[in-house]
């Protein structure tokens, strides 16, 4: 049976009468369940823990036993706790949590031009703007400072409901449930482990209350289902701050970090479609695609395939060489060159974006905060600790055995033991022993994994061969015909099966390697698990695209010499055209097909944490990043090869931001809030692919397109400094008396005539050369351009993205300089208090000494206050 701990954020008196209890467990379990709700009741005499309709008031044994007796009966209890004020109080002050003060100080405005053209620009985004009350600009703003209770008269508590909002509620109640030790049975910590041992079956904060209905109150969770998920506010800005407000800051990051990237495609978009446009624009005038496309050059090309293929004229290949100059022209040079500046302007931007967020959510002294309060330790990494503690015990009683007993004071060594039990596990910790196996498996798992790849990807090779192989000796010439678009639609439906199975199997066994890692903490356990997932599918979904770039139709020999795998098939060759396989993350949404009157009769029956119970529960960030990640992998990787790969990505990202707005708000149980002032690990892959990104596309530009071949044959090779002639130099001869025997087409006079000489792509030495078919010195040169130009491109751009890097500072002028403001306002703030106090003391000195003027009895002020009040 289940047990549910329901986890409320409100105020008693906002509260229906809650339940408590579990149902169906084991002796074990009831005492560790009961122990544990004693603990969190008796914390400090004021955790409130209800059940049921309200009882008269009991001691802590008798909650405890009643929780017990609830235990008996059958279905799925609920404990719902809260935290009163004085419980609220002293935990901000623990956690530090900055919250706003009486003073309130005016935000410094832009002035001038720049004043004029913010105006211009928020009346033009009027119409986008979400109406939201969080979202509107702000020209003063309250100072912060970390919740202290001896300076309770600093804060602002006229309204001590809505001091501390729902996020931060929440946050407090659930760390309080980590930190509270259970002592009984078996387990040693608080929540964390009871959900690990299936004590209670979750434990999760509650739904403001219900986002849709003609009756239902206004609510946080109700306006962002109106204004940011909603399909019909696509257009419009997110209202990241109530999305900070009700989810916490490391989710309002992310969707932050989103909507700068969906806004950073837009230009990326516009030059991509740009660049297609002219190629598109200049295909007529190219003069290497007319030349494919003349009929009158007659050019016999070699057979694709032995035997079954026959001899082919290179003007059947026009529609593919014309298509190609869509994608390989001169302009997809400067888009390489203009997307590897976009990444780092948009590192950049998300950088000064993020600082700006982090002064107006007040997370600027975060750092300090963390290194202050340490992560509590995980519950599977405390287990493993108990269970080294007590094998350690255990062998230390095993040589006490052994060893000749001494007389010692009985009552000293039972409180020894008892300390002991107790302090188990204070100084044990794992070392890289205890995970030295967790991390060879580690090791020799993911080196597996990505050889599992490696051989799909050759399985799908071989597939695309021996079917073409097969189809080619049908009978029927509407088969023979169609063999490419055959074989190559069917190896792409393939492998998308296959890398879409993949990433769910890949997921569940890097998150199944990171547990067997045991890491300490939970941000510990996110990073390594982020990193092997992120691994993982990179090869998984880049691995195709590798090959179809970089060794696709590269290593075929040559007529009369070909490889073959496995001494039966024959690689495969690339013809003149661009490939590019997108994948596209397609979600289902589950949708409910009751009427809204049955709907809202069904929602009366349940209580919110009833209701909030049959959501899914929140199981991590870490899919909706990954998948961004890898998107903007394909958007800087290869977008030399598809320059339209931003606006898809533009055009996925504007859904994807709602479709991930709509899980959160109605499909997920509403999660813990985390204070997180940066996107963690996340930043640090971006910055990698972003720098992978420009070698990449330095090699894709070099070997991959023929931009580098028309340069040398241009400067090198023309006679009259035209690209005449191209086509007929990047070909070889080849006599077809040199075949090998079996390899000569059966059909020899397919194409009408005796064919004697056939062309291939490649640079060798014609057949009547004393050195026939070796590597000519053009194929030489040519290498030697490719290599020259990897090594400038990527030196270039390398240099000016650091040099975009190092103008743009990381933190904006204004932001710096209100940081500095509240800084000094801080200051002014104590200094003016310490004053007070001091004169307060005096007076009353002075009235106990029985001098005149008390309280105006005059004071010297110090150098350091008189500096600030002329400040």
């Given at each position: 049976m289940d047990k549910t701990c329901a986890v409320t954020q409100r105020p008693l008196e906002r509260l229906d009468p809650p339940v408590m209890g579990g149902v169906g467990a084991s002796a074990s379990e009831v005492e560790g369940r009961a122990g544990f709700i004693q603990e969190v009741s008796s914390y400090t005499d004021e955790m409130a823990l209800e059940q049921g309709p309200r009882p008269p008031a009991r001691s802590h044994s008798e909650w405890t036993e009643g929780a017990a007796v609830l235990t008996k009966i059958h279905g799925v209890g609920f404990v719902k706790i809260h935290a009163p004020w004085n419980v609220l109080c002293r935990e901000a002050e623990f956690l530090k949590l900055k919250m706003p003060t009486k003073k309130l100080y005016h935000i410094s405005e832009t002035r001038g031009l720049l004043k004029k053209i913010n105006s211009v620009l928020q009346k033009i985004t009027d119409p986008i703007q979400p109406k939201v009350a969080e979202h509107r600009p702000q020209t003063t703003k309250r100072l912060s400072y970390p919740f202290s209770r001896e300076k309770q008269h600093l804060f602002d508590l006229s309204d001590k409901d809505s001091f501390f909002d729902s996020k931060t509620r929440s946050t407090i109640v659930y760390e309080i449930l980590k930190r509270t030790t259970c002592t009984k049975a078996k387990y040693s910590m608080g929540i964390t482990s009871l959900l690990a041992n299936g004590v209670y079956s979750a434990a999760y904060p509650l739904h403001d209350g219900d986002y849709e209905g003609d009756n239902v109150e206004f609510n946080d969770r109700k306006l962002l289902y109106e204004e940011w998920a909603s399909y019909g506010v696509f257009y419009k800005y997110q209202p990241i701050d109530l999305v900070r407000k009700y989810f916490g800051e490391k989710i309002g990051l992310y969707f932050a970090w989103l909507g700068v990237y969906t806004q950073m495609l837009i230009p990326a978009s516009v030059v991509g479609i740009i660049v297609f446009l002219y190629g598109w624009a200049t295909v007529d005038d190219n003069i290497p695609s007319m030349e494919m496309c003349d009929q009158r050059h007659n050019i016999t090309m070699c057979p694709l395939c032995d035997k079954t293929c026959s001899y082919w004229r290179m003007s059947s290949a026009c529609a593919t060489a014309r298509a190609s100059h869509l994608f390989d022209n001169p302009a997809t040079v400067f888009f390489s060159v203009f997307m590897a500046l976009w990444a780092a302007t948009f590192m950049e931007h998300w950088k000064r974006k993020q600082m700006r967020l982090n002064y107006r959510w007040d997370l600027t002294g975060f750092e300090e905060e963390e290194e202050a309060v340490k992560d509590h330790p995980r519950a599977e990494y405390e287990a493993r600790v108990l269970e080294k503690s007590l094998r350690k015990e255990s062998k230390n009683k095993e040589k006490r055995r052994h060893l000749p007993e001494e007389p010692t004071n009985k009552w000293?060594?039972?409180?020894?033991?008892?300390?002991?039990?107790?302090?188990?596990?204070?100084?044990?910790?794992?070392?890289?022993?205890?995970?030295?196996?967790?991390?060879?498996?580690?090791?020799?798992?993911?080196?597996?994994?990505?050889?599992?790849?490696?051989?799909?990807?050759?399985?799908?090779?071989?597939?695309?061969i021996s079917t073409a192989a097969a189809l080619a000796m049908n009978s029927s010439p509407s088969v023979r015909s169609n063999i490419r678009v055959t074989v190559t639609a069917t190896a792409v439906i393939i492998n998308l099966v296959v890398i879409i199975l993949l990433d769910e199997v890949y997921g569940c066994i890097a998150r199944w390697l990171t547990k067997i890692e045991v890491p300490k903490t939970e941000k510990s356990f996110e990073e390594r698990l982020i990193f092997k997932a992120f691994l993982l599918k990179f090869v998984n979904s880049y691995t195709p695209i590798f090959y179809v770039a970089f060794f696709k139709g590269r290593f075929v020999g040559r007529p009369g010499d070909y490889v073959y795998i496995f001494r039966s098939f024959r690689m495969e060759e690339l013809r003149r055209a661009s490939s590019r396989k997108m994948k596209k993350f397609i979600r289902y949404l589950r949708l409910k097909h009751q009427s809204p009157s049955d709907h809202d009769e069904h929602v009366k029956k349940k209580q919110r944490y009833e209701v909030d119970y049959t959501l899914e529960p929140f199981a991590g960030l870490r899919p909706p990043p990954l998948s961004a990640v890898i998107q903007f992998g394909f958007v800087t990787l290869f977008v030399a090869s598809f320059p339209l790969a931003p606006l898809f990505a533009l055009l996925n990202n504007i859904i994807e931001i709602r479709l991930d707005a709509k899980k959160f708000v109605t499909e997920l149980r509403r999660p813990v809030a985390v204070r997180a002032k940066d996107i963690g690990i996340w930043y640090n892959i971006l910055r990698g692919v972003g720098k992978l990104a420009v070698i990449i596309n330095a090699f894709v530009i070099s070997f991959t397109s023929d931009f580098i071949p028309r340069l040398v044959y241009l400067y090198m090779y023309s006679e009259n400094g035209t690209m005449h002639g191209f086509v007929n130099h990047t070909l070889s001869s080849f006599n077809v008396s040199d075949f090998q025997n079996g390899t000569a087409p059966n059909d020899p006079l397919d194409l009408g005539y005796e064919v004697q000489i056939c062309r291939y792509k490649d640079y060798r030495e014609p057949p009547w050369s004393e050195h026939k078919y070796d590597i000519s010195k053009d194929f030489w040169a040519v290498l030697a351009a490719r290599l020259a130009f990897v090594i400038v491109f990527q030196n270039l751009v390398m240099f000016m993205s650091d040099f975009v890097d190092w103008v743009i500072p990381d933190i904006p002028k204004d932001i710096s300089q209100q940081i500095h403001k509240e800084k000094v306002l801080m200051v002014e703030l104590f200094m003016r208090e310490e004053t007070e106090t001091l004169l307060k003391m005096q007076g009353a000195l002075a009235v106990s000494l029985g001098r005149p003027g008390g309280p105006g009895f005059p004071l010297r002020e110090s150098a350091g206050c008189k500096r600030l009040s002329k400040q």
């Open positions: 000293r060594q039972r409180v020894k033991t008892a300390m002991a039990g107790v302090k188990l596990t204070d100084k044990v910790k794992l070392t890289w022993r205890d995970r030295f196996p967790a991390y060879f498996t580690n090791l020799v798992s993911i080196i597996f994994m990505i050889a599992v790849t490696f051989a799909i990807v050759l399985g799908v090779i071989i597939y695309r």
